[in-house]
């Protein structure tokens, strides 16, 4: 691929860097994550960000222009993403709607729904939440136990769901249940979206390592959704999950750090070891030089992204790579770096912690980086089965009716 921009998408950067220069929040590190705000204050400077985005078509740069985007191609919004990601914006509160469910909802519900729903979205004014995993169900999501069951016009749902990232602030939610136990598990499920102040959705938080309640568990007692909120037919629901799954790892794909090997190189200089600084030790520069050589690498797969994007193709299951490698460095590094800051590293306020905490926040973060999106060993899975072809794992579960599998009980 060619690195450099083209005449229109350089002309495409320099509005977009001017807009941004014109119109982004000073000093507003409010994001979804963030440990200097409190999540109220930042939730309202995000919604205030997203209306301002939203208003002047950046939101969804690749959606058509009828419902709010800008009818852009895939490489404007990667120079979009580029160019915002030089500002301290908020964000990550509404990525899982504009990402997962809205997609989901326009390509499963009526266009009356994607018209109710699509704007509100779009403008932060409505947040959505993705009630998919279980305790007993992630990775094999097809594996879910939320009951629905058919009354009249409406369906009655009885379960739990956990690790709902936003449900606490969300206005809506996707929810994927099972309303056919007698089939095999993948054939059983119906997929809806809900009002999450519905009677009977109980919301807890989960306190992170972190000190803070991203996501979360929720309950439904005898919650009833109208049949109207199904989206997709009455056991269709995998097939529907399919969509928002692959929305998200499209989402989550590239998946790095906020930091890099520049962070890593600043914060090496500043420290002193027993002979000098830790930039000029054997040992810490051999690590250093893996963790470039492994971001070379990340570049390059991203460029090779976005190479097939630029030629009008959708990047394939090779794209898993990229969180495969990229999680478990971030975890690396920033393990590496919190040893060197010796007791220092224990320090988390980012006034006081070099490079305003950086390297604390991504590591009590980084284990999440290799669960959420799919865990390590399922993108392992998926590189071995779907791009090496190499033999597929055995699943003695798929053709075997959900209700006679054996549960361990
Ligand atoms: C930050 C974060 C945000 C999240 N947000 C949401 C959300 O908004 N909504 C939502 O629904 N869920 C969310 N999740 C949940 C996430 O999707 C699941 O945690 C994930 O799918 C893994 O499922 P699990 O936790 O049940 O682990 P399990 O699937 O039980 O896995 C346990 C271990 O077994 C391994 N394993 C499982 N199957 C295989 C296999 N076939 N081969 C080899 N190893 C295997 C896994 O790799 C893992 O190490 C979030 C998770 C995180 C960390």
Request: aromatic fraction near 10%; charge should be negative.
């Amino acid at each position: 691929m060619d690195f450099e921009d083209t005449p229109e998408e350089a002309e495409f950067r320099a509005e977009v860097r001017a807009w941004l220069e014109a119109n982004a929040p000073k000093n507003a590190s409010a994001n979804a994550f963030s440990a200097d705000l409190n999540e109220k204050e930042a939730l309202k400077i995000a919604k205030e960000w997203q209306a301002k985005k939203a208003e002047a078509r950046y939101a969804k740069i690749t959606w058509p222009r009828e419902i709010g985007g800008m009818g852009g191609t895939p490489i404007q919004n990667v120079i979009y993403s580029q160019e915002e990601a030089k500002f301290n914006l908020p964000g990550g509160f509404f990525d899982i709607g504009l990402g997962m469910c809205i997609p989901t909802l326009l390509t499963h519900g009526t266009p009356e729904q994607a018209e109710r729903y699509t704007r509100p979205a779009l403008y932060g004014e409505e947040i959505w939440c993705q009630l998919f995993s279980e305790p007993a169900a992630g990775s094999d999501l097809a594996g879910i136990r939320t009951r629905a069951e058919k009354d009249g016009d409406e369906w009655v749902v009885n379960g739990q769901k956990i690790w709902t990232s936003g449900a606490h602030y969300s206005d809506y939610g996707i929810l994927v249940t099972r309303s056919n136990p007698d089939v095999p598990k993948h054939k059983g499920l119906t997929f809806f979206f809900l009002d999450m102040k519905t009677p009977g959705v109980e919301v807890k938080p989960i306190k992170q390592i972190s000190g803070g309640a991203n996501f979360n568990e929720v309950y439904f007692t005898d919650v009833r959704i109208p049949d109207s909120q199904r989206l997709g037919a009455e056991g269709d629901g995998w097939k529907v999950s399919l969509t928002t799954l692959m929305n998200e790892r499209a989402a989550i794909g590239g998946g790095g750090g906020a930091l890099g090997t520049d962070e890593l190189l600043k914060l090496f200089r500043g420290i002193e070891m027993h002979d000098g600084p830790a930039i000029n030790n054997m040992a810490v520069r051999e690590r250093l030089a893996d963790w470039y050589v492994q971001g070379q690498g990340l570049k390059y797969t991203r460029f090779r992204s976005l190479t097939a994007l630029s030629k009008g193709q959708t990047p394939g299951p090779e794209n898993s790579i990229g969180k495969a490698v990229s999680a478990p460095r971030g975890q690396d590094y920033t393990s590496f770096a919190l040893e060197l800051m010796e007791l220092g590293g224990m320090i988390t306020d980012p006034d006081l912690a070099p490079l305003k905490a950086g390297f604390q926040s991504g590591w009590l973060f980084a284990p999440a980086m290799r669960i959420a999106g799919g865990t390590d060993e399922i993108l392992k899975n998926i590189i071995a089965e779907r791009v090496l072809g190499l033999p597929g794992e055995i699943r003695v579960d798929k053709d075997t009716p959900f209700n006679e599998l054996p549960t361990g009980h």
